[in-house]
Each structure stands twice: as structure tokens, then as C-alpha cells.
């Protein structure tokens, strides 16, 4: 979280934040369990719904969560601090984020026997976070961080209707970027050598646009703080049943194009977080974790196991593609096909194998501080004099 203005005090850390902060690594890894698992080709169909589908809030509440922690000891009247904002940022998320696709693109270039790529090609990859499959999410929140200006200079005007409005924008971007027929047709026709082709490919990798109104939502809840609290404790329950009528439209559009025809990699690939019911379904599980996590009680062995996967999902986030290429591999040289029960085992197997990592990877950072510097952006505090 961003610090307060001089002379302010410190708000109450939020336990929500950190809670959600875990779901959502949980939602991420079930996901890509969910890549290994399609290929089977007699993949149930459910147990794609569950891997795929129900987790596709995952990566745009990572947005909420961020946006929140920023603006939430952030005086948006006062003056920024770009350069000491930036410099904090780039510690926190570009120096792990430069780390992590370096170790990602020796190893699997050791690995798979490809090398690593030449110069200008590396470039490229740390250009659109093509180092692993899960990095391209820092890039985003890079490109978020580099335009924090103007995202208090429209926080300090924004409010409901304008909030409205940019959501409406957001599903008329989102529809094009992702359905449009004129715009893939464009994209694909281009050719393989063209500079520009790159930039639409992977523009799911680095345009904010994409993600822009959950981001501000995130931001403008956080600025607006006691009201939100008023509005979770009194609409706490239609909260709660919006989240749940907003998971049975993603998945009853799920169902409803596999019916017409289209493959399970299909469905997935059409049934996703930027489609007007995901974009529906990611609103509504953002207030829903966070009210849940609020105003409901817990007891002490569950508050425990959220917060240590919460502490870890960073690290878990990073590192999880690691575990699963090891244990598909492994299920490859012994012949099995991942069948339902085994894609459950396989999850419990990766989110167990990256939390115990990122533990172990914590605790030794503690002895030797470079290793939490550079794999997660956590430095030692500074002792008072």
C-alpha cells in the first residue's frame, strides 16, 4: 500500500485485502490446471466449468486489489510523488518481474533445448511479458503504475455516474478487442514479419484499456472508504446473491456456446473475464470477497490459513508454472492422461508444492535479504535511530 500524506495517519490495515489477494493465486493456478487439463480430449465438461470458467475473476481482482492498495493511504489532494512513487514500484514489481522472466527463459531454455533468445528477441519478450505465461499480468500493472497521474487526476473528479459511464465503455472495449471480426482479421492478416503485428497479438498483455474500470473501481472505493463499509454492511446479502447470480450467467454462457457447437478450448477461450458476463462476474466477486471478508466471522485455524496464502500468493503467483511443467512432465513419462480426479490432485499438488516454496524462499530471505529483494520486491525495513 501507498503511504499516507505527511502529517496523516496511518489507516487500519485490511485483512480483505490480503485475503483476496490469496483467493485470487488460487484462481490463477486453477486456471492453468485447467490448460494442462483440456488436453484431454474427454475432458468433462464441468470440471472445466470449475477450472476455467468460475475462476475468471482471478486476474482482473488482482487489478481491484491493487488499485485499492494504492489509493488507499493516498491523499489524492495533495501533491505526487511520481519519482518516489516509480522508484518504490519498479523495486516492488519490475525488479521480480525482470528476475522471474530471466529464470523462466534460461530454464526453459536449458530445458526444452531452445537457448536463450538472442538480444532484440529478449527485448521483445520483456516488452509484452512473454518470459512465462503468468508474467504478463507485472507488465500490465507496470503500465498502471506508469500512468498513476492520471489516474488520481480522474479519481478526483470521478464519482457514480462517470463510474457508469466508464464501465459501459469498458464492455464496449473489452467486445471488440476480443470479438471483433474486422479487428482479428486485420491482426492475423498481417504479415508474420510485420513490426506491427507484436503489438496486436499480445495487446491482451499491455493494454490497460482492458482492465481500466475494475482498476478505478478498486481505486475509488478505496478513496471513499467509510461509504463503502456503509454500503457492504447494509447490502452485505444482495451482495452476496448478485455474486452468485453473476457466477450462474458466465457459466450458463459457458454451457450455452459448447451447446452450439464449440470445443471446451473454445468455450473457454469465449467465456472469459472480459466478456460482458465476466466483466459482470468480476464486479460482483470483488464486492462479494470483500464484504464476505469484512463482516463475516472466522475461526482462528481458517483466518490463518487465508493470511499465510495471502502472505505467500505473490511468490506462489510467480513461481507456480515451474511446479506445473515439472508435474506434467512427469505425468507425460508415465502415460497418464489427466483425468478429473487427477487434475484436483494435480492443483492441490501445485498450490501445496508453490506455497511451501514461497515459505521456504521467505524464510531465507531473512537470513540473506537479496533473495526476497529480487523474487518478490520485499526489502529489510529500516531500523530507527
Not at 8 to 33: D, F, N, T, W
Not at 261 to 288: K, R, W
Request: proline residues 5%.
Amino acid at each position: 500500500m501507498e503511504r499516507q500524506a505527511p502529517g496523516q495517519p496511518r489507516k487500519p490495515r485490511l485483512a480483505a485485502i490480503e485475503y483476496i489477494r490469496g483467493i485470487s493465486m488460487m484462481g490463477v493456478i486453477g486456471i492453468h490446471v485447467g490448460s494442462q487439463y483440456l488436453m484431454n480430449p474427454m475432458a468433462n465438461l464441468h470440471m472445466v466449468a470449475l477450472l476455467e470458467v468460475a475462476t475468471r475473476f482471478s486476474v482482473p481482482i488482482f487489478f481491484f486489489i491493487s488499485a485499492f492498495g494504492l489509493f488507499y493511504n493516498l491523499d489524492i489532494r495533495e501533491k505526487f510523488d511520481y519519482p518516489a512513487f516509480l522508484k518504490r514500484r519498479w523495486r516492488a514489481v519490475l525488479v521480480p518481474y525482470l528476475a522471474w522472466s530471466l529464470f523462466y527463459l534460461a530454464h526453459d531454455g536449458w530445458l526444452y533445448g531452445v537457448g536463450f533468445p538472442d538480444p532484440l528477441h529478449l527485448l521483445s519478450i520483456l516488452f509484452f511479458g512473454n518470459g512465462k505465461y503468468q508474467l504478463y499480468f507485472l507488465v500490465i500493472l507496470l503500465w498502471f503504475y506508469l500512468l498513476m497521474p492520471l489516474w488520481i487526476r480522474l479519481m478526483r473528479v470521478m464519482n457514480w455516474p462517470w463510474l457508469i459511464f466508464l464501465l459501459i465503455m469498458q464492455v464496449g472495449f473489452d467486445y471488440w478487442s476480443s470479438f471483433s471480426v474486422p479487428l482479428n482479421s486485420f491482426v492475423y492478416g498481417l504479415p508474420d514479419g510485420s513490426w506491427l503485428k507484436p503489438f496486436f497479438m499480445y495487446r491482451l498483455n499491455y493494454w490497460v484499456l482492458h482492465y481500466v474500470f475494475i482498476f478505478m473501481l478498486g481505486g475509488y472505493l478505496a478513496v471513499h472508504m467509510t461509504s463503502f463499509l456503509e454500503f457492504m454492511q447494509k447490502w452485505r446479502y444482495p451482495i452476496i446473491g448478485a455474486f452468485w447470480l453473476s457466477l450462474a450467467a458466465l457459466l450458463g454462457y459457458y454451457y450455452q456456446v459448447i451447446n452450439s457447437g464449440f470445443t471446451p478450448m473454445e468455450a473457454v477461450n469465449t467465456a472469459h473475464q472480459l466478456c460482458p458476463a465476466g466483466i459482470a462476474y468480476t464486479i460482483a466477486a470483488s464486492l462479494f470477497f470483500f464484504a464476505i471478508f469484512t463482516y463475516n466471522d472466522y475461526p482462528a485455524w481458517l483466518k490463518n490459513a487465508l493470511h499465510i496464502l495471502g502472505k505467500h500468493s505473490y511468490f506462489a503467483y510467480l513461481v507456480h508454472p515451474f511446479f506445473i511443467g515439472y508435474l506434467a512432465l512427469g505425468l507425460q513419462h508415465r502415460g497418464l492422461i489427466m483425468t478429473g480426479g487427477l487434475a484436483l490432485a494435480f492443483y492441490v499438488a501445485v498450490l501445496a508444492l508453490s506455497i511451501a516454496a514461497a515459505a521456504v524462499m521467505r524464510r531465507l530471505g531473512g537470513v540473506f535479504p537479496l533473495v526476497n529483494e529480487v523474487t518478490i520486491g520485499v526489502y529489510p525495513k529500516k531500523k530507527l535511530l
